[in-house]
């Protein structure tokens, strides 16, 4: 008989291991507490407008190509290569910047601005990418067993990277560039991992590496939501079936062993197997009680930032607006170090926007566009109310329309606005933390909540808050760690 997989949860990481799993011949179930699978990979439809709430494109495609060979099927959805990857714009400039992974079309934007730019860059970039190459196959795709097994494998590491360990990624980046213009350009990847370049170790200064030459960045032809849908295909051929609006609240135990998980309606599932795609940490605290992840050693833990991020579906297209855009102000160090803890400083906002519609036409109404806005801000532990959203955003789109010299606001048809707290609910974020845990190097490798249970010993995690970390191609990685633990547990 089929050894049985339940898997709570049906965010990427979720949705990848129920489809690893079932292929390798497991009897899978998947409990979902929302009315739809993707988690913060999920859209949204309405007035005739659709948007991605989440990611809005991705890097390291191989690892989704790779995913797909293993589970043998062909990729289900279909994507494109950004270039640029996005553009820039700095408050009180009317200059665009294009990041180019070309690195001779990039560099000659800084012509005027940063002597030996190309010179400097590739030096950067090739410091950028030993530490990829040095450090990607021992800490980000391989499961450990203990932290001293962690920390075994982290000493074959090149020692020559040890002093990044204590530098920031803005103190690396400055070390190469003397110009405020390419130092903010070059150190904007750090917040993609919830941080600040300012609080970020300068070993992640790989992501350079990854986005100008390893892989670049993609984009999904009818939107990213693609992604879970082509997924939830291949699921459906597996026979694999997936229950919503179920949220799980407790546990039954037999000794080191889980027997049954039990939802808030009092439902009960038992399964030989359990894989949980809620947030690792968050699980432990609030549904199986550990004392290590209590409340209170929970706010002591480093969490990513929150996001403000709202949707609008506009009648009018904006040819003179980019894919991908990141809208800087005038003072990016004074935000940066006060934008995680400082409520006040995002009265003068940085902000994101991905046109959606602008390759994807069928994601809004003709001559219509769906634009969609994240602003970094402080989570719920910083800022514990949001009653002023609508005043914030209501700021980024009068600076917004100021910046495409547009007034769009009366053009707006649909409006969406998901605060942290929204997040929170929605996807259970400990103080609407977008990301979940940070990457600080404390909660890196064998330091992040492990993917396998302290306890019960048929209990394994997938996702954000546990290994490798946050981030689409992570979640498909994190989804292989786990499949792993899984079939070993199996043997």
Request: glycine share 6%; proline share 4%; charged share 20%.
């Amino acid at each position: 008989m089929k050894q049985t997989v339940l898997i709570v949860g049906a965010g990427l990481g979720g949705l990848a291991t129920a489809l690893r799993l079932s292929k390798q011949g497991y009897s899978v179930q998947i409990l979902e507490k929302n009315d739809t699978a993707g988690g913060r990979l999920n859209q949204i439809q309405k007035d005739g407008f659709t948007f991605d709430t989440g990611p809005s494109f991705f890097s390291m495609s191989y690892e989704f190509e790779a995913f797909a060979k293993e589970c043998n099927i062909s990729l289900p959805f279909t994507f494109v290569e950004l270039d640029p990857l996005y553009s820039v714009h700095i408050s009180g400039s009317k200059k665009t910047w294009h990041i180019y992974k070309d690195t001779k079309l990039f560099a000659e934007q800084f012509t005027d601005i940063e002597v030996d730019f190309e010179k400097k860059f590739e030096e950067y970039i090739a410091e950028c990418s030993s530490i990829f190459h040095d450090t990607v196959d021992i800490v980000i795709k391989r499961n450990f067993s203990s932290k001293f097994a962690y920390f075994i494998e982290l000493a074959k590491v090149n020692p020559f990277h040890i002093p990044k360990l204590f530098k920031t990624f803005w103190q690396q980046v400055c070390q190469y560039f003397s110009s405020q213009e390419a130092r903010q350009i070059l150190s904007l990847v750090a917040f993609f991992l919830g941080k600040t370049p300012f609080d970020t170790s300068s070993v992640y200064t790989l992501l350079s590496y990854t986005e100008f030459k390893h892989d670049g960045y993609y984009n999904v032809e009818g939107g990213m939501y693609q992604i879970v849908t082509g997924i939830l295909h291949e699921l459906e051929k597996q026979q694999v079936p997936i229950l919503y609006n179920t949220e799980i609240c407790d546990v039954q135990t037999t000794k080191n062993t889980i027997t049954a998980v039990i939802d808030t309606q009092g439902n009960s599932y038992k399964a030989d197997i359990f894989v949980i795609n809620a947030d690792a940490a968050v699980f432990r605290s609030r549904i199986l009680k550990r004392k290590a992840y209590s409340e209170s050693k929970l706010l002591k833990k480093d969490w990513t930032m929150g996001y403000l991020t709202f949707y609008l579906g506009i009648s009018t297209k904006l040819p003179q607006v980019h894919h991908h855009n990141y809208y800087l102000g005038s003072n990016y160090e004074e935000y940066s170090k006060h934008i995680l803890q400082d409520p006040s400083i995002i009265e003068k906002p940085y902000y994101y926007v991905n046109v959606v519609s602008k390759y994807n036409t069928n994601c809004a109404p003709e001559g219509c566009e769906s634009l969609f806005f994240v602003c970094p801000v402080p989570n719920l532990i910083h800022k514990s109310s949001w009653h002023d959203a609508e005043q914030i955003v209501n700021s980024i789109i009068q600076d917004f329309s100021q910046r495409i010299e547009l007034n769009i606001e009366p053009l707006i048809i649909s409006k969406t606005i998901y605060t942290p707290a929204d997040w929170e609910k929605k996807c259970n974020l400990f103080k609407g933390s977008g990301l979940g845990l940070s990457h600080s190097i404390k909660q890196i490798g064998g330091l992040r909540p492990r993917n396998f249970d302290e306890k019960f010993k048929n209990m394994f995690y997938v996702g954000a808050s546990t290994v490798p970390g946050a981030g689409l191609p992570m979640a498909i990685i994190s989804s292989k760690l786990a499949t792993e633990r899984v079939i070993n547990y199996s043997k």
